[in-house]
């Protein structure tokens, strides 16, 4: 309960930095705090009676969580509005906490389930005097040895990413050209519909729209191909014993190498023709790159593990990846949103990521305090949270698969 006040207040200042920027943020938090912290205290609240922090509520946690945090904020955004106590309260950085405190208070809810695993494995150990059988996974002390054995088995990394690029272009006429093509096409039809159709006013739009599409398919070419990464090597998990981790980075690092590869010819090519100048801040996309790989990564280790148990989340997912396109500023600019809702638009997953890319490349500029923080939040607590996750099952997923 209490780790979670301190999510909560915490998702409280960083709502704010991103909603206002930090001059103005400290301004507001500095008005409005005690209602603030009365919506912590009853997100707080709502979740206790909704059964979190009992002994039989941790079957459902995840959804307990959520109608604490959802419940709360509504219960604070009633509360300020009845009282009028509304000085320095931002209905739109309330809800960017919402989002912040789940992730959070998932994350600690993460590493505390990987010590009680850790601590669960010494007993039987101790109890069998080390001789206890191993299942698949259990011998993982932590994240980072997961990681450590994941390096190990490199070579049966590579082996799978190569194997997967041969396979999408075997008997393929085009071959490779198949991945430049078709964002080609994509941004010639986009670029008829918006700026002879729909006549918006965004300048050297194929720049535009290619710098964001780019990162989206591999988003999205990765978060599908995750959720068939255990679910679809059933006969592979029951017959070699191998860090299951290296199927979904498997899937990650395929989409990521047809994105590389497709920066590297395309993005050159486009910069200058439209004579944009190489800059000191373009050495900030592999950083921005770095965070949205471990972003994808942790996404991709959560969808395999959950669909692995259940199918539907790969139709979820395609779902999923239609609704957050829109809500991506990939198509429109930014500054197409609502003031109001600005920041909060941030906060779209991959959101800050694609807004990095446009500031560093079509912009000119660095991006802001406000797109760091929501970056490199989503990468290292979502990665973090998809590991912990995924090692949490690993044991089991010959079973699942």
Known sequence: MALDAVCGTLAMAAAYLVRFGPGEAVHFLAAGWPMLLAVVGLQVGVGGAAGLYRQHGQVMWPLRLALGAVGGAVAGIALAAWSGADLGFSRQAVAGQVALIGLGAVLWRAVAGLEDRQEQARVIADRFGGQALVVQGDEVGSMAGSIVRTWRYRHLLTNLVAKDLKLKYQRSLLGFAWSLLNPLIMIGVYTVAFTYVMRLPTMRFALFILIGLLAWNFFAGSVTSATEAVSGQGSLLRSVVFPRVVLPFSAVLFNLTQYLLTIVVFLPVVLLVYGVPAA????????????????????????????????????????????????????????????????????????????????????GVTPEVAVWVVAAVYGAGTFVCGLSVFLAYEGQMPEMA
Do not use: C, K
């Open 280 to 363: 000191p801040r373009m050495l900030l996309f592999p950083l921005f790159l770095f965070f949205q790989v471990l972003f994808t990564a942790g996404l991709a280790l959560i969808l395999s593990t959950a669909a692995a148990a259940f199918r539907d989340v790969r139709h979820l997912v395609e779902v999923g990846i239609g609704i957050g396109f829109w809500a991506t500023p990939i198509i429109y600019e930014p500054t197409m949103v609502p003031e109001q809702f600005r920041q909060v638009a941030l906060l779209s997953p991959m959101a800050s990521f694609i807004r990095a890319y446009q500031d560093i490349f079509y912009y």
